[in-house]
Structures are given as structure tokens and as C-alpha cells.
């Protein structure tokens, strides 16, 4: 903790108060905290007034200064992650006197509140949950994959809360948040509960909304809606993958959900900031860890073209939000040395390095088809952008590198008689389109076989994370909105 409080008086004067030796700490009823458990709070601990002037504060101990994390420390440059929203329970349920089934009808990123009577040492847990059981239980099995307890002390996304016993306990989390939308409340002791002693608030970057849908298809509504509170759930302070299981910055993820964020929000900011995470990851060979910011993990696998594109992918489409070049040109040396390191890594323009099209519903497309597209992908941006700041040498030469790229993907893939690519999978064929692979003459081809691919597979979805970002689009843009 490190603070300057500049203060101006009424008469002009001014007073700094810093962190120095002076402060004095004690401990909280905050006994244990962590981003993917949760908030244990023992409210016996609790200290009235001890954030008001006049409090005494002779049982404290003496602070120990330590070093800045950085020399160069600087303010937050982006929007701060607010409890936006609050929601009321839709319904609540008793399984017995020492549990209760709270729905709040809305899957979200955040935390609940509780305010409750009780006997002082009555220890209260609170299970967050995204679905039930059959039983109508809370059920963590989508969630918890990750987790390796010792014991039952530290619960999964279940904050504890102790009571005092001697007033209304008003409890709400401070340094977590977890996805949900049921949360389990079970008591050591008896409680009678009421969808008064719960509240629960959508957490997130409060972004501005500036994107809006409303038409006469409340299926569309909804859709959009679902979609936008995915994003939201998915952004502190940078893109995540999810709001339980690992709240990592998988960079595939968020270029995925790029256009989704900046046609509905104004999220420059975060952006801007997750770009300068990039930067600062970025090894001097030029390859990037799969999740950023990384604490050194995931250098060496899962960080292909496919994933880390987004350091070519989202200031582009900054630029093409906003016209605003500055990211581009804060990370043109950081694309450059990227693209350069997969050309040498991969000289034909063919590349294998990747996770692909990560979890499809039935059919594999080849990992090293959609990490192909996605060098072409960031060979094109910087070409666009070397013609954008008049560097000729570098738009001439990467604009060659994009084309030889192309070339290669369609002369392994592309059957130019038939108009199939790979084996016909929506998407091998709705990649090529959105991604313009595909030679002018043979577009309608190619869409129309894309058209009958989906019939054929009873016009549901068979695409894994990469082919969310293409089927609609490919199928829309070429003569398929209603297929779509």
C-alpha cells in the first residue's frame, strides 16, 4: 500500500499525508483471502471506528516500510472494476434449517452481501455456483477442475463468514469475485433466512455501454444481452477466459470477443493497458506467453499464432473503432518482431504452433490450417499498418509474406475444382471466407459449400473457439444471413 494524500485547505494551504513509519496496522476480520476460494470474515474481529479520527488505536503495532514493486510506478489509466449492478433474488429455497438455495436468475461476475442475525462463533458459508444438480443442489463439477484442496477449510468460490453475535453482521466481500448465479448458504447452526439477507452485484470494468440492440426478435434481444454479459463478466481491468474457474488473460479468448467489447462498450482503456501488459511479456525474440499477464507460464506451449495474435488483432481494431493509431504505433516494433520470429521458426508459411480450433463440439479442424491463417493474419495487419505510417520497405516486404502465406494455406487446403477446404468442416470453410483465404472466383463456391455443410449437420454449430469468431460471419456476409 503506498499513498500521497494531498490536501487543500479553505485558505489556501496545503498538507501532504504519506505512507511512512507512522502508520500502524492490526488485524482485520479479514482472516483469509483468495481470488479463486474466496473471503473468510471473522466479524468477532471487528473494530468499531477504527477508520474515524478520534479512534484508539494504542493496541496497533508499527507498519515495516518495504520496496515499490517498480521504479516506475503510475496512476490507473483505465476504467476501475465497480459493483455495477445489484440483483435481488428471483427465489429462494430451504433445503433444511442449516441450508438454504439462493437464485438470483442471472449469471454474473461478482460478489453477494449478506447482512444476519445470529449466535456469536456461528459459522456461515457461502457456496457460489453457476448451476444445481439433479437434486437441486449447488454443483460445482463445470467449475472446480482446477482446484486441489487438502481439506475442507478453504472452499471453492465459498466465502465463510463468522458472526459476532452481538448486532445485524453486514458481510460483503473485498478482494474477490466469482461467477454464479445460485449460492448455497449452510449454517453450523439453525438460521432462518429470507431473500432480505442476500443481495448479490454484478461486478466488472465499468465500462460506458455504448452499443445498443432492440429489435422485435426477443430471441435477438436476449442473445445479445447474454453475449454482452459474458464480455462483462470476463473484464478486470483486462480480458479473462472466465469468472470462476481461472480468471486468466488467455489471449485467444480475448481477440475472439473483440468486436463484441467495442460495438457495445468504450473500452479503450483496458485495452490500452492490456497492450502495455503485451509489451512488457513480449521476450526480445519476439514470442509471447499464451496468458498475459503471466507470472512465467505459458511460453512454451499454447502461445501459436492462433492465441497471441492479439498483440496485431486488437490495436488494429482499436484503430478501426476508434481511428486512433496510437496503439498501433506503440506496438509496431512488438508485431514486427512477432511475425518475424514465426517467419523464421516456419520460413514455407506453414505453422503447427498452437492449441487450434480449442474444444469443437464434434469435428477436429487440423491445428495447423486455422494457425496458418492466423500468421497471414498478422503478416496482413502489419503490412496495412507499414502503408499506414508511410513505411514502404516494411509494406512491401510483409505484404509479400502475407500473400506467400495465403498461397501456401490454399495450396495444401483449397481444392480449387471442388471449393472445399480440408475436409469441408464449417470451420475449415467459414475461416477461409471471413479471413478472405479464398481466390474471388471461387467465394460463391466455397460459401455455398459452407451453406450444405450446415444443412448437413442439421444446422447446428460443429466449431470449436476459433470457428465461434467465423461460422455467422462467413455464412451472413455471403449470402446466408437467414441460414446464419
Known sequence: FCMDLHITYSDGTEEVIATD???????????????????????????????????????????????APSNNIVAQALHP???????????????????????????????????????????????????????????????????????????????????????????????????????????????????????????????????????????LNKAWQASNASYL??????????????????????HIAIEVGLYNFDGITVYEKWLADHRDEQQSNGVLPAIIPSSGWGYQWANGPDWTSTIAIIPWNIYLFYGDTRLLE??????????????????????????????????????????????????????????????????????????????AINKKYLDYETGIYGSGLQTELSVALHWNLVPEELRSKVADNLARRVEQDNKHIDVGLLGTKTILNALSENGYAQLA
Not at 243 to 252: F, I, M
Not at 342 to 364: H, M
Open 233 to 254: 463478466s470476463n473484464l478486470f481491468g483486462y480480458p479473462t477466459d472466465c469468472p470462476q474457474r481461472e480468471k486468466n488473460g488467455w489471449t485467444g479468448d480475448a
Open 21 to 67: 513509519e507512522r502508520w500502524k496496522t492490526s488485524e482485520s476480520p479479514v482472516i483469509f483471502n483468495s481470488i479463486y476460494t474466496a473471503e473468510h470474515y471473522d466479524a468477532r474481529k471487528e473494530q468499531p471506528g477504527w477508520d474515524t479520527p478520534n479512534f484508539d488505536a494504542k493496541g496497533w503495532k508499527n507498519i515495516y516500510t518495504t520496496g
Open 81 to 219: 472494476i465497480r459493483n455495477v449492478r445489484e440483483y435481488r433474488p428471483v427465489s429462494l429455497k430451504k433445503i433444511d434449517e442449516h441450508t438454504w438455495l439462493y437464485n438470483f436468475g442471472q449469471n454474473m461476475s461478482g460478489v453477494t452481501r449478506m447482512k444476519v442475525n445470529g449466535p456469536q462463533g456461528t459459522t456461515i458459508r457461502l457456496k457460489h455456483v453457476e448451476r444445481l444438480d439433479s437434486a437441486g443442489r449447488a454443483d460445482m463439477s463445470n467449475i472446480d477442475v482446477h482446484y486441489r484442496p487438502t481439506d475442507d477449510s478453504d472452499p471453492f468460490q465459498t466465502d465463510i463468514l463468522i458472526l459476532s453475535g452481538k448486532k445485524e453482521d453486514d458481510f460483503m466481500p473485498r478482494f474477490n469475485y466469482k461467477g454464479f448465479q445460485y449460492v448455497e448458504v449452510t449454517s453450523d447452526n439453525p438460521l432462518n433466512l429470507s431473500e432480505e439477507n442476500l443481495t448479490a452485484y454484478f461486478m466488472h470494468s465499468d465500462v460506458p455501454p455504448v452499443g445498443k440492440i432492440n429489435s422485435s426478435n426477443k430471441t
Open 330 to 407: 506503440l506496438c509496431y516494433d512488438n508485431i514486427k518482431r512477432y511475425v518475424d520470429y514465426i517467419d523464421e521458426q516456419y520460413p514455407t508459411g506453414i505453422t503447427d504452433w498452437g492449441l487450434g480450433d480449442w474444444v469443437p463440439v464434434k469435428s477436429v479442424t487440423p491445428k495447423e490450417y486455422t494457425s496458418s491463417t492466423y500468421f497471414y493474419i498478422d503478416a496482413l495487419i502489419l503490412a496495412k499498418t507499414a502503408k499506414l505510417f508511410g513505411k514502404m520497405t516494411d509494406f512491401e516486404r510483409y505484404s509479400t509474406l502475407a500473400e506467400k502465406i495465403k498461397s
